[in-house]
């Protein structure tokens, strides 16, 4: 998906909600990092996130991560969990490195699970490039929406490999996009397209969609659904910042 970009590579755009702090004084910002998930067809997918490192303009600041290895897919439909939160010294922020440990990320299928690899070590996290001002007295909230369709690739050998997929997204320039496919066993895979970008999820076991952290702007919603149903797309879908649109009952024929 064009709108996607793989953790390996440069992404994120961090944005703030205007929550003012008393200690603004002090020269630091909040910053909570936060994950939420597009659903893929698992039976959960566990990450062990070891920590979230910030390096900025006065430095690098280690983030330890909240509690043990989380299943995300509990995390989707615009739920999210907490990964970090910590004040750090006002600057600019030049990258953000999501460090796994080497052991516990596994995906189950089928009640059977298997562990997941990453195909770089992570002794130094893997590394995303980002440009965004942190202002003192100001709370960042990032949040990272990681597609768990597209994040897991089994290889020849029957292995599976981790190589992630997420978007990260700031609540207070977003809005979301939802509603209910009719019947839900056509399970379908639902792209938002506006322009050249593209952001998909599949429908849940009831037939509900969720898409977070969408930009303001006209969508055309695609339905690809299994056989013997048929492709379906609904044209200009309006997304507004900081609300959701729900699309209804959308109803996928043979």
Do not use: E, W
């Amino acid at each position: 998906m064009k709108n996607y970009i793989l953790l390996a590579a440069a992404f994120l755009c961090i944005g703030f909600s205007s929550c003012k702090k008393n200690d603004s004084a002090s020269g630091s910002a909040h910053v909570t990092v936060k994950m939420t998930d597009a659903p893929g067809l698992y039976d959960a997918v566990i990450l062990n996130i070891k920590s979230v490192v910030v390096v900025t303009t006065k430095g690098q600041y280690t983030l330890a991560v909240n509690g043990g290895p989380i299943n995300i897919l509990h995390f989707r439909l615009g739920k999210d969990t907490l990964l970090a939160s910590q004040d750090i010294p006002a600057g600019t922020i030049q990258q953000v490195r999501l460090v796994l440990n080497d052991n516990g990320n596994r995906v189950v299928i089928d009640g059977t699970s298997h562990d997941l690899t990453t195909p770089s070590g992570q002794t130094s996290g893997v590394k995303l490039n980002v440009h965004d001002n942190l202002t003192a007295g100001i709370d960042y909230t990032l949040r990272l929406d990681f597609d768990a369709a597209a994040s897991i690739v089994v290889t020849g050998n029957g292995k599976y490999i981790l190589k992630p997929v997420i978007r990260a997204y700031s609540d207070a320039v977003s809005g979301a996009l939802t509603g209910v496919v009719f019947p839900a066993i056509s399970s379908p895979k639902v792209f938002a397209i506006s322009g050249t970008d593209t952001v998909g999820t599949v429908a849940d076991a009831t037939g509900k969609f969720y898409f977070s952290g969408l930009a303001a702007g006209t969508y055309n919603v695609q339905f690809s659904p299994v056989s013997p149903f048929i492709v379906k797309v609904v044209d200009n879908v309006t997304v507004t910042n900081g609300s959701i649109k729900d699309m209804g009952t959308i109803t996928i024929t043979q």
